[in-house]
Each structure stands twice: as structure tokens, then as C-alpha cells.
């Protein structure tokens, strides 16, 4: 169930996953001693470590580690070339098959292939053996200093295992040159390697499945490839009719390169991706999307879980793109700070997300090797991305390094030459920075907008550290943090002279003791490290076009919570009933509706219009309700109506004690694999279904049949809830999990694990 890329599509490729044996050693020499002791079979995506989702010393994670995996080679394979690909493996990572050394990569954030042909045995067990250092490294980017996240340790992607024939595609780019109704250029390049002896000819053609099953062909002129060359084709080709690739309406082409070779008449090599008809350009303030403008409105995301760190599987990194997409309703991410999981990407050009992608860097610069490594890490990733229409541009420099002119013009060339048609930017914190990219990318944490230093100008970060909140916070702290998100987006959309901004950030994330408030978390998600919402992520959805969905939230609790000033007012003056501020804390709402009624304790507050004047630039600005009535706890009736027509209703009721638990499970069947997932929440609620915003109780859950549970057991609610994940074994069936805490009544949930169909190895 993996997704399609290319390089490594329709010849025989085997998901490399499964039955690895793993083990954590203290130093490389421990490779010569290895004994039969103390290994653990795993499956990949793979954590070093599983840990707690705060509070540990990134210690733990530090280590170096084996991982080998046993595996045959059919005779019939002889000939072919034999291809291992690692996704991800954090840090540096040595390779050797059959006790010989193939190679060394170095940088977790990058994917790498060794052939290995000449390492295997036919027809015999083979053995591939990664040692892993996952130790700090001062010469390997983004380390050199201080960073604000973890990085986490393992093979923590995918591998495969291709078999290929020994004249094959070696690389394939293509671009939209040219777009009108009636006519798509495609420019790009086709590489084919011979890895033979003796040299050969081949054509190659290009075949274009649009989603309703029309194809359209072209073939590529005959090209010879000397013996152990290589040889690359340029591609210019007219399409017809094209479908368009857009964010509303994202068609992919099935692309196949099929390579026939002139002496055996046969197609011996055919690669198949997906790619996106759709030209970008940029103007002072907005990116254009086959012409039509577009203003950026996203968010960063650090690509890790707790517990796992970085390790988690397509399913999760796929559910990360339609969080972004649906309920946060964004139209951009950033991938902050490194390349992430080819996944990730799939599903943002299958959802129509656009993504800026950078190298991975934090504000450090190191010597001239350190500079190479960061170079080569921008070119592995480009190489492997530049095919996904979701990508509009790539980040050249180091986030929020200094200045330097050299290594800039460097990075800046190396995109060009690999990639002329995306644009680069490259993300500083300083307005009067050089720039030599084509857009002034700036991370603005004045919590407005500056004026612009150049244009096109994309704000790539705002709020983060300013103002950060964690989900259990008192409710007037998450209002605010929602509310800056809100007047800074709407000043955003109402400067033409920016092209969009990116909030810090998505989601909570782990990160080390010199950010953060001292719990390895860094609390500037406008959801918590689990994905649930905070108020921010709320208002972020209220942004959503009511045809899409029609959204209303509450961003209240309807408690009294702490109140955020402590000045006294006098609330009835007959009586002497004095109050803090928050009594007559105004009220708001979120929604993307024109008009919302609030009913308190079946009194009607009115209807109430979005704050137009305040956010005038927003499409669906907040709701406020001046004044809370004299008793505000209780029971809430929202209406929200479109063109005075009652469209939804919400209800709250102030939380009246933590009773019973609620078990939500993302998703209800999983691919028996060993290493598919999901995210099973947990909501502590009182006896009408309200969730208790601070029970802090603690759950332990039981778990049953093929499945593993992923995360602290007993673990304690959060602000009311808390997540772990359920993770599948390779034996098909029926999970049950079931959660208990003292003194409520528990829940349960059935998951189904399916045979997987995926060809492994
Ligand atoms: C930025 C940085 C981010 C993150 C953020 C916190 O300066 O680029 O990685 O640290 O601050 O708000």
C-alpha cells in the first residue's frame, strides 16, 4: 500500500521492511564481536527508542544501533541489477551486505540508494547489515549548534529492494513548460544508464493516463547508451486537452517511461509516478497557479509523533496532509526545517496542498565539509521531489542562518541547474539579508506584519514562541493565541504586497530543554502534539468555505476558570457581588457562517454578525458576544445561519465532572504489515458528553489480538484527553482496545488488520 514514485515503480520492487533484527550497541567495534544476544525482531519505519511524548532526556535516543535482515535472491533474478533504497535513517547510516562495506550516508532527512548487484549472492541467503549512528553530530546539518527540535534516531522510512534490468531509467523530470486550454509543453530530462558491458540503443516512451483512462503517448528519439554510461534524453512533448492540476481540483497523470531496448525488441524497463499539469509564478502579491492568483494561507510542519519521533507510516503521514487540508483548511505548508516522508508529498498533490520544501538546517552555518554535506542534502533533495506538483518551491537556505554570499550562490545555482521551473526562497530572519532567491522568504515575529524588504516577500513563520499555549491551558490564554493567529492572517490577506504566510506552527512538537518550557515540548501548534485542535486550530478551520463545510466552534469551555486579570469588577451593585475581569470576558465563536445566535440557559443573546471591522480581510472573521450573561455557566444553544437560513447548531454544557471515557480511533481497519497505524484518542467526559478540559486522570488500556499498543500505559489525560496508537502485527484479525480509568465508566474500540497484498521481502 505504499505510494507510487519514481525511480522505483513498476519493475519488480519488494517493500523492505519486514523481519529486520535489531540490536543497540555501545561503538562500532561491537560490529566484529557480534554474538546471537540481546537482538529484537522490528519492522521499518523504526524508532531507536519508543518515549515518553515529553519529559526524557534526548539522551535516549543517542545511540548507535544494528539492524541486519536476511534475505534470497531468486536465480531467476541473475542479470538483473539489484537496488537497495532507504527512505530515512537517522544519522549516518554504513551499509554492507555480505560482511563488505557498500556505503555510507550521511543526514537523516535524505533518502539513498546503493546498488548492491555485485555484494549478493544469487540464489544463496544474503545479508544486509545498516550500522547506525544515531548520535549528535556536530559535522552533519542541521547539527553544529543548538536546534529547536529533536531529531530522533533509526531507520525510521521505508526501505525497498528493486531488481531492475541492467539498462534501465535511471532518473525522469518533468515540467509544464506551457499551459492553455488546448495545449500542455512538458519539458524534462530522461536519463538511462547501461550498466552492461557492451553498449546498446533504446527509445523510451512516454505514456499520459489521465484519471478518466485517456492516454496519450510519445515516443522519445533512439539513444545509445555506451557500456557503463549514461545518457540523457531531453523531453519536449505537446499535450492535449489537458487536465489541469489546481487546488481545487488536484488531476494527476499516471506518467509511465517505458524503455525498449533495439536488439531484444522488448520493453525491458518502465517507471511510474504521478505528476501535475500546472505552471507557478510568482507576482509581488500572490503566486500564481496556472495563471490564477493564489494567496499562500499554511502552516510548518515538523514531521514528528510522539512516542515514535519520526518513524511513523504513510497512513499517518497521509492523515497529516488531510488534517492540513481539511481541518485546518489551509492551502500551503512549509516543511519545516528538512525534505519529509515521500508520503506526506503524495498525499499533497493527491489533495491539492502546495508545499514549500527546504534543506535541513537550524540558523547554523558550519566549515566548508558541513557546507558540502548541506549541498548534497538539497540535491538528494531534488532529485527525488521535483516531480510532485504540490511543490512550488524549494528552500536554498539554512533557516534563519546568516548571510553568506558564497554558499548562497551555490545553493541557489544547484536548484536552478537541477530544477529550472520552481522558484527557490530560503528562510531568514533578518529583513535586510542579501537576497539572491526569487522570493524574500522572512520568518515576521513582530505578531503584525512588517513592511516588505523586497517582494515577493512570503512571511514563513509568525507567532510560535511570541505566544505559545499548551492544550491544558486556561481558556482566555488559548483565545488569545487563537486570536493572534487571526489579526496577523488577516493582515496577511490584506497586504498585496505579500504573497502569504505560514503560521509556526501545525502541531506541538518535541524538542530540546533550551526551548520550550523545559518538557522537550514545544508548545506553538495551533494542535497539540496529537493533532487534536486548540482554539487556534478552530479558528483555522473556520476559514474553510461553507461549501466545503459549514464550521461553528465555541472557543469557550463555559467555565470560570482563572480569570487573566485579576482587576475586580462590581457586578451588582445591590448586593456587593464582586467579580474578577473575566465575568464580563467577551464571548466568541468561530465559524464560517454570516450569522450566529447564542442561547444561554435558553435566553437568546442575539444574533451576531463576524467582526468585519476588526478583521476585515478574513473570509470568515470571529464571533464575539460583548458580554457573558450574570450566570454564564450552564447550557449553550449556537445557530449559525447563511443567508438567514439555519445552516448548523453546536451545543456546550459547562463540564460537570469527569464520568466516562470516549474511544476514537481515526481509522477502523489497518494493512497486517507490522507497521501500519493509528491514532486511538481518548476524551474524558462528563455525564452529558462534555469533555472535562482539565481532568488530568489516569488511563490504562488493555489491548487484545494482533495489534501492538504504541505510547504510555497507564498514560494521564491532557487537558482532557490524550492519544496513543494502535499499531498492527503481520497477523491479520480483530484488535480490541479498551480504556479504563478510576471511577468512570471505560470504552472500547475494534480495529481489523487486512493481509497485506503489498510484494515484500
Ligand atoms: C523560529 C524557528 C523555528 C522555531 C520557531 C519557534 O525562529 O525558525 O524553527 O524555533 O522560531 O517559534
Known amino acids: 500500500m505504499h505510494t507510487k514514485r519514481p525511480y522505483i515503480s513498476h519493475r519488480e520492487i519488494y517493500r523492505f521492511d519486514r523481519q529486520w533484527n535489531y540490536k543497540k550497541i555501545d561503538n562500532e567495534h561491537e560490529l566484529e564481536m557480534q554474538d546471537d544476544h ?46 537497495l533504497h532507504f527512505d530515512g535513517a537517522m544519522t549516518v547510516a554504513k551499509v554492507y551486505v555480505n560482511q563488505q562495506k557498500v556505503g555510507v550516508h550521511e543526514g537523516g532527512y535524505t533518502s539513498f540508494t546503493f546498488d548492491i548487484t555485485d555484494y549478493v549472492r544469487i540464489g544463496n541467503t544474503n545479508e544486509v547489515l545498516v550500522y547506525l549512528d544515531s548520535t549528535p553530530q556536530k559535522g552533519i546539518p542541521p547539527e553544529g549548534n543548538e536546534v529547536d527540535y529533536l531529531l530522533f534516531g533509526g531507520i525510521y522510512r521505508s526501505a525497498f529492494l528493486e531488481f531492475v534490468s541492467p539498462l534501465y531509467v535511471d532518473d525522469i523530470y518533468l515540467y509544464t513548460e506551457n499551459l492553455t486550454d488546448k495545449i500542455a509543453t512538458i519539458k524534462g530530462k530522461v536519463a538511462l544508464r547501461n550498466a552492461g558491458e557492451k553498449s546498446r540503443s533504446a527509445v523510451v516512451s512516454l505514456q499520459f493516463m489521465a484519471k478518466n483512462g485517456d ?45 525498449q531496448s533495439m536488439d531484444s525488441h522488448l520493453a525491458e524497463d518502465d517507471v511510474e509516478f504521478n505528476f501535475g499539469i500546472r505552471t507557478i509564478s510568482v507576482q509581488a502579491g500572490f503566486l500564481e497557479v496556472n495563471g490564477d492568483p493564489v494567496k499562500l494561507l499554511g502552516l510548518n510542519r515538523h514531521q514528528m509523533f510522539p512516542y515514535i519521533g519520526n518513524a511513523a507510516p504513510w497512513r499517518l503521514q497521509r492523515k497529516d496532509a488531510e488534517t492540513l487540508k481539511y481541518e485546518l483548511g489551509v492551502n500551503y505548508v512549509r516543511t519545516s526545517h528538512y525534505p519529509q516522508d515521500p508520503a506526506f508529498l503524495d498525499a499533497c498533490d493527491e489533495l491539492g496542498l502546495l508545499v514549500f520544501t527546504e534543506l535541513p538546517g537550524w540558523q547554523h552555518i558550519g566549515d566548508e565539509a558541513w557546507q558540502l554535506v548541506a549541498l548534497q542534502h538539497l540535491e538528494e533533495l531534488i532529485r527525488r521531489d521535483r516531480n510532485h506538483a504540490s511543490i512550488f518551491m524549494w528552500g536554498v537556505r539554512i533557516n534563519e542562518s546568516p548571510d553568506d554570499q558564497d554558499f548562497y550562490q551555490k545553493s541557489n545555482e544547484l536548484a536552478r541547474s537541477l530544477d529550472p521551473h520552481r522558484l527557490t526562497g530560503g528562510v531568514r530572519n533578518f529583513r535586510d539579508s542579501e537576497w539572491l532567491e526569487d ?26 514562541h511570541m505566544y505559545p499555549a499548551k492544550p491544558y491551558d486556561e481558556e482566555y490564554r488559548l483565545l488569545k493565541h487563537a486570536l493572534y493567529h487571526a489579526s496577523i492572517l488577516n493582515e496577511v490577506r490584506g497586504r498585496e504586497d505579500i504573497i502569504g504566510a505560514s503560521g509556526w506552527c501545525a502541531f506541538d512538537y518535541n524538542t530540546h530543554s533550551n526551548f520550550g518550557s523545559g518538557s522537550n515540548v514545544c508548545f506553538h501548534g495551533v494542535m497539540d502534539m496529537f493533532r487534536v485542535p486548540k482554539f487556534a486550530g478552530l479558528f483555522y478551520k473556520s476559514q474553510r468555505s461553507p461549501d466545503e463545510e459549514v464550521v461553528l466552534e465555541f472557543a469557550t469551555y463555559a467555565v470560570h476558570g482563572s480569570p487573566e486579570h485579576t482587576e475586580i469588577i462590581v457586578q451588582d451593585e445591590e448586593n456587593k457581588e464582586f467579580y474578577p475581569r473575566n465575568f464580563a470576558a467577551p464571548l466568541y465563536l468561530f465559524s464560517n457562517c454570516d450569522e450566529v445566535e447564542l442561547i444561554v440557559n435558553g435566553a437568546t443573546l442575539g444574533k451576531c454578525q463576524p467582526l468585519r471591522d476588526e478583521f476585515p480581510h478574513l473570509s470568515h472573521p470571529p464571533f464575539r458576544f460583548e458580554q457573558r450573561p450574570y450566570k454564564f455557566v450552564g447550557d449553550y444553544l449556537a445557530l449559525g445561519y447563511l443567508n438567514g437560513e439555519k445552516v448548523i447548531e453546536k451545543t456546550l454544557q459547562t463540564p460537570q465532572g469527569l464520568s466516562q471515557l470516549k474511544l476514537v480511533v481515526d481509522h477502523d481497519a489497518l494493512i497486517a504489515d507490522g507497521a501500519d497505524m493509528t491514532r486511538l484518542s481518548v476524551y474524558g467526559l462528563d455525564h452529558n458528553g462534555t469533555i472535562t478540559p482539565y481532568a488530568t486522570r489516569t488511563i490504562q488500556f488493555e489491548i487484545t489480538g494482533p495489534g501492538m499498543l504504541i505510547g504510555e500505559n497507564p498514560v494521564a489525560l491532557e487537558g482532557g484527553r490524550i492519544a496513543v496508537f494502535v499499531k498492527a502485527t503481520q497477523e491479520p484479525g480483530i484488535i480490541s482496545v479498551l480504556a479504563h480509568a478510576s471511577g468512570t465508566e471505560g470504552d472500547s474500540v475494534t480495529i481489523e488488520t487486512r493481509p497485506s497484498v503489498e510484494p515484500a521481502m
Do not use: C
Open 38 to 83: 540481546g537482538w529484537e525482531e522490528i519492522t521499518l519505519p523504526h524508532s531507536n527508542v519508543l518515549l515518553p511524548h515529553s519529559d526524557f532526556p534526548v539522551e535516549r535516543y543517542q545511540f548507535h544501533s544494528i539492524y541486519k535482515k536476511q534475505f534470497t535472491i531468486d536465480p531467476n533474478k541473475a542479470g538483473q541489477r539489484i537496488r
Open 215 to 259: 492516454v496519450q503517448q510519445f515516443l522519445l528519439p533512439e539513444q545509445t547508451v555506451p557500456a557503463k554510461g549514461l545518457v540523457t534524453v531531453e523531453v519536449q512533448l505537446e499535450l492535449e486537452d489537458p487536465k489541469r492540476w489546481s487546488l481545487g481540483d488536484p488531476h494527476l497523470y499516471q506518467v509511465k517511461a517505458i524503455l
Open 439 to 464: 522570493v524574500f522568504t522572512y520568518n515576521d515575529f513582530s505578531m503584525g506584519v512588517l513592511p516588505t524588504a523586497n517582494a515577493p516577500q512570503l512571511v514563513t513563520e509568525f507567532a510560535g
